[in-house]
């Protein structure tokens, strides 16, 4: 397997010099014009990793963005959320003409350092979504981002006061809450795609159920993920949205739906059901069991009779 060289960058002001930027107004937050970023040769052989969150929306890249072990073409234009030492690397299309424009939000944790961003920011699940699930915005979606931006801008150029820091904390927290409520709405309105992976969600669990589920015992959510092609938190996220349930919960639905089948069709006992489905205790088969139905396996089987 190929090896490739990883680069840490740990300041907001490294990451200025190394791309050949002015240096940042404020040292522990900055917003960057994509256009003004100078590549250095060797960047397509090189694994980058930040110490500070990265927050970017980005047309005409004019290559590959790699994260993990997928990649996605960025000429679309979409929106992109890293959080520090999140490992990626671009990979520049030398034959593209494309023009690049955007900009990227860069925010050390230390600027989050006694605010209520500090810990609320880790609620966002879409920092731990792979690059393939980017956020796609509408025109009038992406004014509103751009407009925060531009506050967010327009605060730290002006003169430091006691005031500044809470102001740009607060346009953070808005640019989150607006990419929240737009990956609800990319969700729900790339139907096709998202139907498509409840589908192979209820093909895979039925497989495993069938197949796999003795040697294996239960599938995690990571499993699924990874079968499915996309990072648990999104599936998750995206489950919750459809269904009101998250993987976890359909995990366990699928395997009360397979136990009430064989509680009612077989002669098994409620402990060889139990090791079929992958408990090595029968109690704790019972009360997920009852957790679900409000009847004990027993009391579910009698039911028949």
Do not use: C
């Not at 690049?100 to 860069?106: F, P, Q, V």
């Amino acid at each position: 397997m190929e090896r490739r060289q990883t680069q840490k960058i740990k300041t907001i002001s490294e990451f200025h010099r190394l791309r050949g930027l002015p240096k940042p107004e404020h040292p522990l937050i900055s917003v960057v014009n994509y256009a003004d970023i100078k590549r250095p040769a060797d960047i397509g052989e090189t694994n980058l990793v930040l110490s500070f969150y990265m927050i970017s929306l980005k047309k005409g890249i004019g290559g590959k963005m790699y994260y993990g072990q997928q990649e996605f073409d960025f000429d679309e234009g979409l929106m992109a959320f890293l959080e520090p030492n999140q490992v990626f690397r671009i990979q520049p299309d030398p034959n593209s003409t494309a023009k690049r424009s955007g900009w990227m939000l860069l925010i050390h944790p230390d600027f989050l350092w006694n605010t209520s961003l500090a810990k609320t920011i880790k609620r966002y699940d879409f920092f731990d979504y792979s690059v393939n699930e980017a956020l796609f915005l509408s025109d009038k979606e992406e004014a509103t981002v751009n407009g925060i931006i531009e506050n967010i801008k327009q605060e730290y150029h002006s003169n430091i006061d006691k005031y500044s820091k809470q102001i740009i904390i607060s346009q953070i927290e808005s640019l989150l809450n607006y990419s929240e409520r737009f990956y609800n709405r990319q969700f729900i309105t790339r139907e096709k795609a998202n139907h498509q992976i409840l589908g192979r969600l209820e093909n895979l669990l039925d497989n495993y159920f069938e197949h796999k589920i003795l040697e294996t015992g239960l599938p995690s959510v990571q499993f699924i993920a990874e079968e499915l092609n996309v990072s648990p938190k999104y599936l998750s996220t995206l489950l919750k949205v459809l269904t009101g349930q998250n993987t976890q919960q359909h995990i366990h639905d699928k395997l009360i739906e397979v136990a009430k089948t064989k509680l009612s069709t077989t002669d098994l006992s409620v402990s060889e059901i139990a090791y079929e489905l992958g408990f090595e205790h029968i109690q704790s088969f019972s009360k997920l069991f009852k957790t679900k139905t409000k009847l004990s396996p027993l009391e579910f089987r009698q039911s028949f009779n």
